[in-house]
């Protein structure tokens, strides 16, 4: 199921309207859809360099309104809602060893869902579920979706094509290690 809403998704790369299609993914991936907006965004971008920060844009504002959404699940739907998808996802037996420590953390998980390739639909509803304040969920998945999305976009408008499997297979091993080394050079600094 997974491999063919991949490849639905890639498809619609080709679509007049894949601008409107990459808002409804990024949208929907925010709380529900298992495939990142970025599987749309790389061929839109490889198409047309020009619209790369238009593309990454609309792929930042419709993540944000779509982690709201997980939020909102999150704070106000868990149990009919949140807590199945976090299930059909693999992590519902987590929730409740996570959820001591997640507000604690502050808005270092919603960064880190933000940039690597951790789920971020899982944080979003955890996030409403721990009642994370939501003014710094949204700051937050601003900065993090912002800096994922857009350096995909500088990367693809900058280095074209040959680019492109670097990003599909290495990028997000190195957003989790820029991740790494952010919060050991906190640690560092604060220990130290």
Not at 70 to 88: H, K, M, N, R, S
Not at 118 to 128: A, E, L, N, R
């Amino acid at each position: 199921m997974i491999r063919s809403l991949y490849d639905w998704t890639l498809r619609q790369a080709q679509h007049p309207r894949a601008l409107w299609v990459l808002a409804f993914v990024a949208f929907i991936e925010s709380s529900v859809f298992p495939i990142p907006p970025d599987v749309l965004m790389i061929p839109m971008i490889l198409a047309r360099p020009s619209r790369a920060w238009l593309i990454a844009t609309v792929a930042l504002v419709s993540s944000v309104l779509g982690g709201i959404l997980g939020y909102v699940i999150g704070a106000f739907f868990y149990d009919a809602l949140g807590q199945p998808i976090l299930e059909a996802l693999g992590k519902g037996d987590a929730m409740a060893a996570f959820n001591t420590r997640f507000n604690d953390l502050g808005f270092w998980p919603v960064l880190i869902a933000g940039i690597t390739p951790f789920p971020y639909k899982v944080i979003t509803i955890m996030s409403g579920w721990t009642g994370l304040p939501l003014g710094t969920f949204i700051v937050t998945s601003i900065i993090a979706r912002g800096f994922r999305f857009f350096i995909v976009a500088a990367l693809l408008w900058k280095f074209g094509a040959p680019i492109r499997d670097f990003i599909e297979k290495r990028l997000g091993l190195l957003f989790t290690l820029f991740v790494i080394m952010l919060l050991a050079g906190f640690y560092g600094v604060r220990f130290l």
